[in-house]
């Protein structure tokens, strides 16, 4: 089974920034559309943005809009995922997939996920 990798996560401060990176060793999804979501503990987990094949088109959490930005290289077959403005709230397990459903909002619609990477905000 396909997995992509996560990379990025780390400790900040609250108003911090941190970028992560979603690369597909082995496997191109550069007609794939994609998706960023996050865990919290304790909690499901939950859609934070996605982003079409071509880049021209993406979709972002309310909680998240105007703070996070997607965008994506397909030359390097690689996905991110800028974070500024970063708050308590936004501590996380995150994690990239492959959209394979209908919807850009919905786990149940996305495969090849990785394994992820904690994100963690401090007050």
């Known amino acids: 089974q396909v997995q992509l990798v996560e990379s990025g996560g780390g400790l900040v401060q609250a108003g911090g920034s941190l970028r992560l990176s979603c690369a597909a060793p082995?496997?191109?999804?550069?007609?794939?559309?994609k998706g960023w979501f996050r865990q919290a503990p304790g909690k499901e987990r939950e859609f934070v943005a996605a982003?079409?094949?071509?880049?021209?088109?993406?979709y972002y959490a309310d909680s998240v809009k105007g703070r996070f930005t997607i965008s994506r290289d397909n030359a390097k077959n690689t996905m991110y995922l800028q974070m500024n403005s970063l708050k308590p709230e936004d501590t996380a397990v995150y994690y990239c997939?492959?959209?394979?459903?209908?919807?850009?909002?919905?786990?149940?619609?996305?495969?090849?996920w990785g394994q992820g990477t904690q994100v963690t905000v401090s007050s």
């Open positions: 997939a492959v959209r394979r459903g209908t919807s850009y909002y919905n786990v149940e619609s996305y495969d090849y």
């Open positions: 082995g496997r191109t999804f550069t007609s794939s559309d």
């Open positions: 982003i079409n094949w071509s880049g021209s088109s993406t």
